[in-house]
């Protein structure tokens, strides 16, 4: 769990540089649709490096093993994010093709953990 709270904070830490490199480094060169897909980007990553923070914790707290489901989590945050990092950055927009993959690993992720939350706290 230390290495999966680890990947959860740096997801924090680089999800907020990438959003300010997004508002002052990357406004006035991408066109507004290419922007706004990066800061999608950056959303998601710091939105689930934190829910991995939280099942972490709660693991540790309640002693349910939520390691795959983090591992889930973290694996598609960074599909999807780092897919659109490319779309913004490349303006090639098959890129996006990649991100439903990111997107659905991350909802198989809370999936999962909602299951064995309600399981294991029945």
């Known amino acids: 769990m230390k290495n999966l709270a680890t990947i959860g904070a740096l997801m924090m830490a680089s999800g907020i540089a990438l959003g300010a490199f997004a508002a002052h480094g990357l406004k006035a060169r991408l066109e507004p649709e290419l922007l ?8 998601y ?15 540790l707290f309640s002693g349910i093993r939520l390691k795959a ?16 990092y490319l779309l913004a950055l490349s303006g090639v927009r098959t890129i996006g093709m990649v991100t439903p993959i990111g997107g659905s690993a991350m909802i198989l992720g809370w999936l999962l953990s909602a299951k064995k939350i309600w399981q294991e706290m029945s």
Request: net charge negative; proline share 0%.
């Open 69 to 84: 489901e983090a591992v889930w989590l973290v694996t598609g945050a960074l599909i999807f994010s780092v897919s659109l």
């Open 45 to 59: 990553q710091i939105y689930h490096g934190l829910g991995v923070l939280v099942l972490v914790a709660l693991s």
């Open 36 to 43: 706004a897909a990066f800061q999608t980007g950056v959303q």
